[in-house]
């Protein structure tokens, strides 16, 4: 039983550069979320997805964009890298009518 | 403005004793509070959580207690394991459901020393 399994676990990119971060769950859960994780900040809301087809900004969108084709699948899209982006991203899913998270073991990404 | 907030980065406290951690919030629409467990290079796990209508909630060694007037929430680990070492992340929404968005504080880095 996998739960959430993140796509790639580090990577470094070069400012401008573009990649997708990938975010597959095994718990036919509907909600899924992707987190950015920085020093003294906590975890903070990128974008999230209530459902197959639909996706929703969070508290830091900007830079970031998502789609979510597949029930099972979160896809975090980075168009131009920039050193702020630097962190490392958390994605997690959960019911709809149950508290709590499943959490991934998150992605390193390094802009330089 | 964090709505969440962890004052105390970090907590030391010796194995066997209890370690409470403390969290305050600003939101008096949350309702419903959480706590997460991070260990290095894993992602954050469910802990313990509690309803506004509630000021107690335990499980096993973690209690939590919230004190809605004074918006504040606290966990209580007793007695404190070396496993318990870890990142807490205080959480807070509006609402049981998890169509509420749940806000995170900074987190409370616990050691555990012998």
């Known amino acids: 039983n996998a739960g959430v399994t993140q796509t790639p676990k580090f990577r470094v990119l070069k400012t401008g550069q573009s990649m997708t971060l990938l975010c597959a769950q095994d718990?036919?859960?509907?909600?899924m979320y992707w987190y950015r994780q920085d020093p003294g900040m906590g975890l903070r809301l990128i974008h999230y997805s209530v459902g197959e087809g639909t996706t929703a900004k969070g508290e830091v969108p900007d830079g970031y964009n998502v789609s979510r084709l597949k029930k099972q699948n979160f896809l975090l899209g980075l168009e131009s890298a920039a050193p702020s982006q630097t962190s490392v991203y958390f994605c997690a899913s959960s019911y709809h009518d149950k508290p709590g998270y499943t959490f991934g073991s998150g992605t390193r990404l390094t802009v330089v | 403005d964090q709505q969440v907030k962890q004052n105390s980065p970090s907590l030391s406290v010796q194995e066997g004793r209890i370690s409470i951690l403390n969290c305050d919030y600003t939101n008096s629409m949350f309702d419903y509070f959480l706590w997460y467990k991070k260990y290095p290079a894993e992602g954050p796990t469910f802990l313990i959580s509690i309803s506004s209508i509630k000021d107690k909630n335990e499980d096993g060694r973690f209690t939590v207690f919230l004190n809605k007037s004074a918006k504040h929430l606290s966990l209580h680990i007793v007695p404190s394991q070396p496993g318990d070492s870890a990142v807490y992340f205080c959480?807070?929404?509006?609402?049981?459901?998890?169509?509420?968005?749940?806000?995170f504080g900074s987190g409370t880095r616990l050691s555990i020393r012998p």
């Open positions: 959480a807070a929404s509006e609402g049981y459901s998890s169509a509420s968005k749940i806000i």
């Open positions: 718990m036919n859960h509907e909600y």
